[in-house]
Structures are given as C-alpha cells and as structure tokens.
C-alpha cells in the first residue's frame, strides 16, 4: 500500500483540519499516513476522531511559519516538520509527501533534501484544471518567477511525462501561454520559448490564450511562475467574486424566500466546480527526485483529503522522472 | 457639445453593429458623432435607424481587416478609417476617435499621427474595473508585451493623472500587480518597479495580488502588457464560462420547470456585471497627443455604446497631458 507523509503542522488551519482531512482521506482511499509533527498536539487532534490503524506519527518538533523567509527557516529549523517530511521521502519510508505549509519553504527544502533530476535546470509547481476534455496540466504556478527560454522548454517537457504516465496520454498536446495564437505574438520570452517548443520532440500546438487554457485544446500549458501565479490567484478571486455576485442577484431577484433554499444546492454545486477551475488547491512539484504535493496555505479537511488522493495517483507511478525514467 | 468620430468599419461586427450603437449613444448621450468609413455603406446602415442630424459622415476608402499586421496596413492603408479618424483628431476637429478594429494598426496610427505626450516613454492601454468603491484603473493591457520599470513608473503616472482628472480622485492609490504583499516577492521587473514607484511623488501602495484587483485597495494598479492582456483575458473566458457553468447547475437542478424563467433576469444581471469585471470591452489609450478609445474588436451596439460614453468623459476633461498640462 502506499505510503504519504503528511505535514500536520503547515496551513493556516493546522493542525486541526489537516488532521482532520487525513482521517477522512483513510475513509475513502486505500493509502497508509504519516502524520509529521509535533506529537502530542497530533495525538491530541487524532484523538477527537479515534485512532485509525493506518495513521502513524513521526516527531519533529519545530514549526515553519507561513510569513518566514524559506531558505532562513529551512536553514535554521532542521527539525520543522517539512525538513522530517523531505528526509522521509528521500529515505523511501513513503512515497510522497503533502504539506499546506509555506510554499517557498518547501520549495527550498525539496531542493536541498532531495535534489533536481537530471537535466532539470528548474523545477516548477503545476496544477491540473479541469477541461470539458480532461484535465489541463498548467505550469509554473509560481516557483520560478524569472524564467528563461529554455526554462519554460523544460517545464513543457516536465508537463507532457505527467501527463503521459499519470494521464496515460501517448503524446500530450503542449500549449504556450500568450496573448493571441499567432507566434509572433507575446513578449520576448514567450518568442522565444515557442521557436525553442517548436523545435522540440514535443507535441507542440502554438500558443494558447488565457481565455482558452480551461477548453480542453492542449494537456499541458506552459508559462513563467510570475504569470502562472497570477492567473491561478486571479482564478481564485473571479469564482469567489462571481458566487458571491451571484448569490445576492439570485437573492435579490426571487422575491419568493419559498424558491431560494432550492437554489442552495445548485450554487454549492457551482462553487465546487469553481475551485476546481482554480486547480481545487492542489500543485504538484515537477523536477525533483521525489513526489511532493503541496495543498493550498489556506486548506480545510476536504482540500487535504484531495491533496492525498492526488499524491496517491501521482506516486502510483513511481517517481516521476522526466529525462530518464524511475 | 463634444464632437467624436467613430470607426465605422473596425470591428468583428461592423458596419452594421456599430453605426446602430452610434444610434443607440445618440439617443441617449449629449454628443456629435462623425462616422468614418465607406460612404455608401455607411448610408445603408443608417437608412435602417432614420438619419439623425447629430451624426455626420466622413469618407475613407479603405478598411483595416482584424488580421492584417498592424505597421504595413497603416503605412500602406493612408485612406483607411483609422487614420482618417486619427487625422480628425489630430486636426482637432472631433475630440476623441472610437474604434473596435484592429488593436495594433490603432496603437501604430495613434502613434505616427499624433504622437506621444511629452516625457511618455510608451502609451499603454488602460481599462477601468469595477470594484465596490469605484472604478480602479488597470494598465497596460496589451500595448507593450515587454516593459522595462521605467515603463510601469510611467504608467502608474499616467493612470493616476488619469484617475485624478477624470474621476476626481485628489491622490489616487497606485498599487503594483505582483505575486505577493511583500516588496521581495515578484519577478524582477516587478521588484524594480516597486522601488521607482516607492522613491516617486505618487501615492504608492505596493503590491497587489490578482485575487484583489477587483476589490477596490487602489485607484490605479499597473502591470507590464502581457500579464495584464493575461488577465483581461482571463476574466473575461472565466466570465463565460461561470455563467455557462451556472445556467447549467441551476436549470438542471431547478425541477421546477416554472421558476427557472424567474432566474433568467437575475442570470442576466449577473453576465452584464461580468462584463463589466473584464472592463466592459472598452480601453483608452494612455500618453498619445488625443483620447483614443478601443472597443472590444466583438463589440456590438451596446459595447460601442458604452465606449462612446467614455470617449465622452474622457474628452470633456481635455486631451489628457500627463507631464505637462492641457
């Protein structure tokens, strides 16, 4: 069975719904956990769902903070529970590691607990979107924010493993981020980048504007960290926005209160399927000798149950390695 | 009164949705309008509404298609509608010139023709959000893909002159687009901009997220043109597809086969205000010697209408000066 190490202390709403999450993820999916973090507050939260046989407890017992400096945190806590996590994962006592913790920290600690594969100048976060097709991997989502040319080439070669070996796509299409298809569109890098992806062994389609990323006409859309960022964080904030718009016009326009708890239901319906626009939370690292998923800072119970299952497919695999093979 | 010319020929829609949104405006708004275009096409249209003594007509022969590459169609097209248009302004005889057509033959005849404003390094198109306590303007979104700091601090100038003259906003918030609050976070460009724009006279106040652009934090918020054509982009493929995505969840999960007209007005509501979360389609030209107003290329009547309006406001403050003065 497979194993995932689980940071219990990373996310604003640690431990409580971390802990949560994990005991609701042993409900429905066949995966053992490994609970990182401070014991006797992971005992104490264990302890209000009663003890599951498929959880154990490994102790570290420094916490990163969401707002430290990574590589400071990462540098000066060797005891954090991101840092026991990595080693965990770079011993091979599980086969993938989860966290809702700060991002940069465990960016910096993938990279200095595990290392990049080979030939992977940058690793890089990705997600995957829904598409009425399938689902749509988009990187980077803010590891790197200054990229090069052939940095985003990577990211695309990255994109297009994942999606062949979890998504079972023999020659996934590669889209590149711009601001209108054709390729003397964009700026200098993203010029670039598509005489570089046109070259390539890759599947490559052209350019693919930010309107269309969620249409299901490529598996995998490259971009820089800076702008991937910005797109995901905008995504957030447009459903967030958009329910809550349309929560009070709905409310406001049927005059009979009888119609409106009918409506509940369907505008819930909506906002699940709003988050997954926005990647449901869930970013997979791409480039490092390890699976390390990261939920979203701001995670509850049911984004790290879906963080997990997200780990467990992607460790089913083995370990993702891009130019060479597990 | 306020004279503008209006591109007859520019647009997915046009002649026909434009001249009936030139119609439409005069109905309702205080102005002149000067159509440019193929006279004897112009006329057909206008024979479909009555003639109205506040529109007059201006011959151009020649038509600048949506495709065609903006520099050799506005060197080779000198009798086309846009730099007919171009010239009235130049030669003061409207006030301000409304197109939907081709967004970089605008941009190349706006700068040949007019020129740019004293100091301005590049003109950047800007649109105006809204957010609950008013509009935030959002720039560049499409003019320059690659920008230097220099240029983002030359933006956030212009805007918030812009913010100040037009909307009356005595020291006008100017917040940088980036990827995190803190002055570190960002890509390069972005953590330079943050210093020119801290060290200058405006009323800086630092980073914003995308998630916040729509939340009303700052009057101006500034960006380099890709990532926010990204981003107008992006609200408005979001925009479709959360109303796509809502029409669908609540009809299917209405049974009630006799509310679900009730909701079609709300719903209504809702795309309209959608719509406007993108910038309602209309742009303004920031930093050239004229008030240039694009409209969204799909425009029709009512999009060429709202961009009417605007071309109104703008013109009745003068030809904006950023360095200088009227």
Known sequence: MIRIALDAMGG??????????????????????????????????LEKHGRDSKISLVEASEVVTMGENPVSAISQK???SIVVGMNLLKSEQVSAFVSAGNTGAIMTAALLTLGTQ??????????????????????????????????????AQMGSDYMNRVFGIQTPRVGLLSIG?????????????HQLLKESELNFIGNVESKDIHKGI???????GFT???VVKLTEGLGALFLDLARRRLNSSLRHRLISPLLKPA?????????????????LLLG????????????????????????????????????GGT
Chains 1, 2 share one sequence.
């Open 288 to 323: 490092v000798r390890g699976n390390v998923i990261k939920a979203h800072g701001r995670s509850k119970a049911e984004g790290i149950k879906r963080a997990i299952a997200v780990a467990k497919k992607v460790a089913e695999q083995g370990t993702l390695e891009v130019f």
């Open 12 to 45: 604003d709403h640690a431990p409580h719904e971390v802990v949560k999450g994990a005991v609701a993820a042993l409900r429905e999916q066949q995966v053992e956990l490994v609970l990182v973090g401070q014991g006797d507050i992971m005992r104490r939260e």
């Open 78 to 80: 060797g005891g954090s």
């Open 218 to 224: 490529a598996d995998v859309v490259v971009t820089d």
């Open 181 to 193: 298809e054709e390729e003397s569109k964009g700026n200098k890098l993203v010029r670039e980048a």
């Open 118 to 155: 080979e030939g992977v100048a940058r690793p890089a976060l990705s997600i995957a979107l829904p598409t009425p097709s399938g689902p749509v991997l988009f990187l980077d989502v803010g590891a790197n924010a200054d990229c090069r040319a052939t940095h985003l080439l990577c990211f």
């Open 267 to 283: 505008l819930r319906a909506v906002e699940r399927q709003l988050m997954d626009y926005s990647g449901s939370g869930v970013a």
């Open 228 to 230: 991937g960022n910005v």
